[in-house]
Nanobody
């Protein structure tokens, strides 16, 4: 499966962005999708993930209550709605896919898209 992430940009603290991850090549609805991010000088970290059916989701503690993951399998797209953004959310955001359930580890995802940069100004 091929993944294409988009929707990043520059936003002021307190603002919102919605990232999209479009899948193609195989039956995207069979895959769980995760979002990870890598801030400058830091390792890539888990943000959120959603089961293939959308029935199960997970979030990093740092984004709970501010970010919402969802998917539209008819459009082969997973979304990450990011509200109340903080400067510490600044990072390159990646989406990744795997067959099976949600994983919180980047090692659990064999398929990755290119990143999209989110910059939150203070």
């Amino acid at each position: 499966v091929q993944l294409q992430a988009c929707g990043g940009g520059l936003v002021q603290a307190g603002g919102s962005l919605r990232l999209s991850c479009a899948g193609s090549g195989r039956t995207f609805s069979n895959y769980a999708v995760g979002w990870f991010r890598q801030a400058p000088g830091k390792e890539r970290a888990f943000v959120s993930a959603i089961r293939w059916s959308g029935s199960s989701t997970g979030y990093a503690d740092s984004v709970k209550g501010r970010f919402t993951i969802s998917r539209d399998n008819a459009k082969n797209t997973v979304y990450l709605q990011m509200n109340s953004l903080k400067p510490e959310d600044t990072a390159v955001y990646y989406c990744a896919a795997r067959v099976g359930g949600v994983s919180y580890s980047e090692g659990g995802y064999p398929y990755w898209g290119q990143g999209t940069l989110v910059t939150v100004s203070s």
